[in-house]
């Protein structure tokens, strides 16, 4: 196949590809103004990827050729398949490669905007090496000023060991830590590559011997639901149930959702806290442990 129908067909296999993804999974709007085409638009699919609309335009045109990394970052964007994947890097001649080093993870608007109106919800968003990346008001309210916690400490199985709020937040924090140590184990597989994964498990074993004691049990986990009881300073006993739910953009990000039992005491006492962050108190600020 000569190297311009190769091309030809690499952009026209990413547009089908686009266009077969429902955008309302991905956090973008639906509704209102009509969407003149299916599935995502080229500017959606390009920020996702973190390129410009106008290179990967030109990859989908055939008039560019796409490197490696972008190529993978366009293929997890676009949620491909092992097979596709791979006919993705053979119509670009390319040698498909391990998972790359993981770039930056920023909350792209529209899922930040999502958060923002989520006035009655807490919520935040992991990243890989459980990074907190993004979050509400009343996610800050309910765990901790995220906003005030130093950004290299700014991880929540940094936050679950060196911030005695944060560790005494959750009643039953031992079973709390050892899931986010399981899921730190998970990622460590997926990026082995990554150095600040590596330096995170550095500081975390320099510190915390409890830390070393369930890294070297290898158990492995991926992210899940469940319920739990916290001890929160401004209102008390919450027993909440939280959920986690992947972002379409960045399957590595994921969203953590709490939420009260209708009717319940707890119910009370989160829509107390969200009254709390309206009237412009400020979250809760759990001492660091340096």
Same mark, same amino acid.
């Given at each position: 196949?000569?190297?311009?129908?190769?091309?030809?067909?690499?952009?026209?296999?990413?547009?089908?590809?686009?266009?077969?993804?429902?955008?309302?999974?991905?956090?973008?709007?639906?509704?209102?103004?009509?969407?003149?085409?299916?599935? #995502?638009?080229?500017?959606?699919?390009?920020?996702? &990827?973190?390129?410009?609309?106008?290179?990967?335009?030109?990859? +989908?045109?055939?008039?560019?050729?796409?490197?490696?990394?972008?190529?993978?970052?366009?293929?997890?964007?676009?949620?491909?398949?092992? /097979?596709?994947?791979?006919?993705?890097?053979?119509?670009?001649?390319?040698?498909?490669?391990? #998972?790359?080093?993981?770039?930056? !993870?920023?909350?792209? &608007?529209?899922? !930040?905007? /999502?958060?923002?109106?989520?006035?009655?919800?807490?919520?935040?968003?992991?990243?890989?090496?459980?990074?907190?990346?993004?979050?509400?008001?009343?996610? /800050?309210? #309910?765990?901790?000023?995220?906003?005030?916690?130093?950004?290299?400490?700014?991880?929540?199985?940094? #936050?679950?060991?060196?911030?005695?709020?944060?560790?005494?937040?959750?009643?039953?924090?031992?079973?709390?830590?050892?899931?986010?140590? /399981?899921?730190?184990?998970?990622?460590?597989?997926?990026?082995?590559?990554?150095?600040?994964?590596?330096?995170?498990?550095?500081?975390?074993?320099? !510190?915390?011997?409890?830390?070393?004691?369930?890294?070297?049990?290898?158990?492995?986990?991926?992210?899940?639901?469940?319920?739990?009881?916290?001890?929160?300073?401004?209102?008390? +006993?919450?027993?909440?149930?939280?959920?986690?739910?992947?972002? &379409?953009?960045?399957?590595?990000?994921?969203?953590?959702?709490?939420?009260?039992?209708?009717?319940?005491?707890?119910?009370?006492?989160?829509?107390?806290?969200?009254?709390?962050?309206?009237?412009?108190?400020?979250?809760? +600020?759990?001492?660091?442990?340096?």
């Amino acid at each position: 196949m000569a190297t311009d129908v190769r091309a030809r067909e690499l952009g026209a296999f990413l547009r089908a590809r686009r266009a077969a993804l429902n955008p309302a999974t991905f956090g973008v709007p639906v509704s209102g103004a009509a969407r003149r085409v299916p599935g #995502l638009r080229r500017r959606e699919v390009a920020e996702a &990827a973190a390129i410009s609309v106008e290179y990967y335009t030109r990859i +989908e045109q055939g008039r560019m050729a796409a490197s490696g990394p972008v190529l993978a970052d366009l293929a997890r964007v676009l949620r491909l398949t092992d /097979a596709h994947r791979a006919y993705l890097f053979d119509l670009a001649g390319k040698v498909e490669p391990t #998972l790359p080093h993981p770039r930056r !993870q920023v909350v792209q &608007a529209p899922l !930040q905007r /999502a958060l923002d109106d989520l006035a009655t919800t807490p919520a935040f968003v992991l990243g890989r090496r459980t990074d907190v990346i993004g979050w509400n008001r009343l996610g /800050a309210a #309910l765990i901790t000023d995220f906003a005030a916690v130093p950004e290299d400490e700014r991880t929540f199985i940094w #936050l679950l060991f060196a911030h005695p709020g944060v560790r005494s937040l959750y009643a039953d924090w031992q079973d709390v830590v050892e899931l986010a140590v /399981a899921q730190l184990r998970r990622d460590s597989a997926r990026y082995p590559d990554d150095p600040e994964l590596a330096r995170l498990v550095e500081r975390l074993s320099a !510190q915390f011997p409890e830390f070393i004691e369930m890294w070297t049990v290898h158990e492995v986990a991926g992210r899940g639901t469940g319920r739990k009881t916290l001890h929160h300073p401004l209102v008390g +006993e919450l027993v909440l149930d939280w959920e986690i739910l992947a972002s &379409a953009l960045d399957p590595d990000q994921q969203i953590v959702l709490w939420t009260a039992e209708a009717g319940s005491e707890s119910a009370s006492r989160l829509r107390r806290l969200a009254d709390s962050t309206r009237a412009g108190c400020s979250a809760p +600020e759990h001492p660091a442990t340096r």
